[in-house]
């Protein structure tokens, strides 16, 4: 497939920025997603992670900045972009008169792989998603979880370098979303793929590379889950004191750590040495001790002041949700 570039980083944002009438959906966002990297957009519905995606996959055309695909520019190079994109989009955009196995055929065909390829990697791809026994079944009597599994095979049909996943496991229970899960970090794996998924889930980006976290168009924070829970939020010591007496010694004996209190519990800023300190003059005298450690939705948190919650989309980004049902074919 080359036609040069790819020297340097899979996908490459330079102050991209996109407006929908007074509404700002990408305010100059800029970062690098590595080669084989697993790179997550964390950010709530309506944050801009879907319009950003419509602009790399080639569907939008920015305002303003840059986006390079595989070192190809989205806007002056978008065939061979295109090319190199696998997609598994937020709405469903499966033919769903066609069996599961034409679906696959046919996006094989759209690419241009070759016959004797596109057979071996049709087989190879319905087993991994564990659809072969369904494979003469139209797309239609799917489950939603299964259309997903489909659309995760096709998206990898092609000789695609770069797998864009937009919310791809929105709206399905956990034993679905764990599935899914399983399937990318195989792919991953086995093809050396960089993957750029984004989610409003928390859980799902804990085992990411890195994490961009972004909320109204703007880039809040970038880095190794561990790195952004270590800057961005503290351990909290959890204490329950037995007595009220117990509570007031506490609070005025590590006034300089107190964070708040919450309902029966004392939370102070943890490390080590308070850990042992409070053990060895209170234990006999506390209820309970928990040490509560930082998580993503704490980071979210700490960078928004709000909490990470399905907010609804604005009503141009849902119409621009990936309504294209043919938007499959344009790439």
Request: net charge neutral; aromatic share 4%; glycine share 8%.
């Amino acid at each position: 497939m080359p036609s040069t570039p790819n020297s340097g980083p899979a996908v490459s944002i330079d102050n991209l920025s996109k407006r929908y009438g007074r509404t700002l959906a990408l305010d100059g966002i800029s970062f690098d997603v590595r080669d084989r990297e697993f790179f997550a957009l964390l950010g709530p519905n309506g944050a801009g992670k879907t319009t950003l995606l419509h602009i790399l996959c080639t569907i939008l055309r920015p305002d303003s900045g840059t986006a390079l695909v595989g070192g190809f520019d989205v806007v002056r190079q978008s065939l061979a972009a295109r090319r190199r994109l696998g997609i598994v989009f937020q709405e469903p955009s499966l033919d769903d008169r066609l069996t599961v196995r034409e679906n696959l055929e046919l996006h094989g065909l759209v690419f241009g792989v070759p016959r004797a390829l596109r057979r071996q990697r049709i087989e190879k791809m319905l087993e991994l998603v564990e659809l072969t026994d369904l494979s003469d079944k139209p797309a239609r009597t799917l489950s939603s979880g299964m259309k997903r599994r489909l659309e995760i095979a096709r998206a990898l049909i092609h000789d695609s370098e770069i797998i864009l996943f937009d919310e791809p496991t929105a709206g399905l229970d956990a034993q679905s979303r764990e599935r899914i899960w399983s399937y990318v970090r195989t792919l991953r794996s086995e093809r050396k793929i960089t993957v750029l998924v984004t989610t409003h889930y928390i859980d799902e980006v804990e085992g990411c590379d890195r994490v961009c976290v972004v909320d109204q168009g703007k880039l809040l924070a970038l880095d190794t889950p561990d790195a952004l829970k270590r800057d961005h939020c503290r351990q909290v010591l959890r204490v329950v004191p037995k007595s009220d007496d117990h509570r007031q010694e506490i609070l005025n004996r590590y006034a300089d750590h107190l964070e708040g209190e919450e309902g029966e519990s004392i939370l102070l800023s943890s490390s080590d040495s308070l850990v042992e300190a409070v053990l060895a003059e209170y234990g006999t005298r506390l209820r309970s001790l928990s040490i509560d450690t930082p998580s993503l939705e704490a980071v979210f948190l700490s960078l928004t002041g709000r909490e990470l919650r399905d907010q609804a989309a604005g009503p141009r980004e849902r119409t621009l949700a990936f309504g294209r049902r043919g938007g499959e074919h344009t790439r």
